[in-house]
């Protein structure tokens, strides 16, 4: 299993630019994540995913958008980047039940894309 | 709301010691904890899963434990080696919720 796979690994966008990050994983995992790490201030949750076809925000939503249209991919959009999206992103994984069953389990983490807007 | 403390922040041990590294959660209905490690420039790696059934988990050198009384996890690191050097983060999740909450991580610098 290659696990949780993210591309690109690094990228320069220019204020007011569209990207698509994308993450893939191999696990048949029904929940995935999309997290933000800043320097010193911790993982924010961006966006989140419970199966396909169902999506829902986080802590930090503004400014990305999210779709689910198969177990395995959950692409993050920006929308006219700005400087304040330069960070780490991450995406993650977890198998796991409905939530009054017990909800996700384990998660797993790609590798990280590295986003700078100038 | 759930919150995760991690404390110290930073920690710098010589090669062989065995350590301890702390997490605090306020809301004791925790269904799991996980504990990462993050060495710099990349992704997390699961070290252990503690279900709330559980006391302790056991992997190598690392082990884990859960009370969920007090709020709190332990992740004991036996002998440490240089290779430990990175930042190690918690995450607590809620029963109903998808969720995990993060700490903020404690960096241990193991010097040899």
């Known amino acids: 299993n290659a696990g949780v796979t993210q591309t690109p690994k690094f990228r320069i966008l220019k204020i007011g630019q569209s990207m698509t990050l994308q993450c893939t994983q191999d696990?048949?995992?029904?929940?995935m994540y999309w997290y933000r790490q800043d320097p010193g201030m911790g993982l924010k949750l961006i966006y989140y995913s419970v199966g396909a076809g169902i999506t829902d925000k986080g802590e930090v939503p503004n400014g990305y958008n999210v779709s689910r249209s198969t177990t395995e991919d959950f692409p993050l959009r920006l929308e006219l980047a700005a400087p304040s999206q330069t960070s780490v992103y991450f995406c993650?994984?977890?198998?796991?039940?409905?939530?009054?069953?017990?909800?996700?389990?384990?998660?797993?983490f790609g590798p990280g894309t590295r986003l700078t807007v100038l | 709301k759930q919150e995760v403390t991690q404390i110290p922040a930073a920690l710098s041990v010589p090669e062989g010691e065995n350590l301890v590294l702390n997490c605090s959660f306020t809301?004791?209905?925790?269904?799991?904890l996980q504990w990462f490690r993050q060495d710099p420039g990349k992704g997390l790696t699961s070290l252990l899963l503690i279900q709330s059934s559980q006391r302790e988990q056991t992997s190598g050198r690392l082990n884990a434990s859960l009370d969920k009384s007090s709020g709190r996890s332990t992740l004991y690191i036996a002998a440490s080696q240089p290779g430990d050097s990175a930042t190690y983060l918690c995450a607590a999740r809620t029963g109903g919720s998808y969720i995990p909450t993060f700490g903020r991580g404690t960096s241990l610098i193991v010097h040899p």
């Open positions: 993650a994984s977890s198998y796991g039940r409905g939530a009054l069953a017990g909800g996700p389990d384990e998660q797993f």
């Open positions: 696990m048949n995992h029904n929940y």
């Open positions: 809301d004791s209905a925790i269904y799991n």
